[in-house]
């Protein structure tokens, strides 16, 4: 009977560690999405440079994507671009596990013009001023904004210059791509501005 007793609660006692360790599993599974799913304020790089040896090699990642880096009117943007590159799609994301086109879009206002736009290609759309001259008006820094799903504006990028564009891609996560490439030139719908606080004063 003792034997019996003594085997019962060696098994209750394993049953119990199983128990334990299931439950820390999946306490940490939940701190681990909670971490990735931050708030619009604390975007994080994908990448980090250092400042004192990168210069040539981001001059020379834009050279390969026709950008002059010498003619950028802000270069905050440009290396944060950079760090972000190749970073992968994710719809509703916002960090460097995964972003989608709204959130970097917002992302990069945040964090080099200290504006808040929005989570959606919508509420960005009404944040701008659109320009109405269109491509031929166009500046760094502007907002591009397409029409992919059923009409509907639901994707954004950011213009840097000669034609190319900052988006987060669903097939390529952040890239850089061109306003003439046949896919976005069928697609574009308008350029938006974002009103500056110099322009607001």
């Not at 909670?34 to 619009?40: G, I, T, Y």
């Not at 059923?150 to 840097?160: A, N, R």
Request: net charge positive; with cysteine; hydrophobic share 35%.
């Amino acid at each position: 009977m003792n034997n019996r007793i003594l085997a019962s609660t060696i098994a209750l006692k394993a049953e119990a560690c199983k128990l334990v360790t299931c439950l820390a599993l999946v306490c940490m599974f939940a701190f681990n999405l909670k971490a990735q799913d931050s708030s619009l304020v604390n975007y994080e790089p994908a990448v980090s440079i250092a400042s004192d040896a990168d210069s040539a090699r981001i001059d020379s990642f834009y050279k390969s994507k026709s950008i002059d880096l010498s003619q950028a009117e802000n270069i905050k943007l440009y290396n944060e671009i950079f760090r972000w590159y190749r970073t992968c799609y994710r719809y509703g994301g916002n960090t460097d596990h995964g972003i989608d086109c709204s959130h970097f879009v917002n992302m990069l206002y945040e964090k080099i013009y200290g504006k808040t736009l929005g989570p959606s290609a919508g509420a960005i759309l009404a944040q701008c001023k659109i320009v109405k001259k269109g491509l031929s008006g166009v500046k760094e820094g502007d907002v591009v904004f397409f029409k992919i799903k059923k009409g509907q504006v639901s994707h954004v990028g950011i213009y840097l210059q000669n034609n190319k564009f900052a988006h987060a891609s669903t097939h390529s996560g952040v890239i850089i791509s061109d306003m003439d490439e046949p896919y976005y030139k069928k697609r574009f719908y308008k350029i938006g501005r974002v009103q500056q606080k110099q322009e607001e004063e």
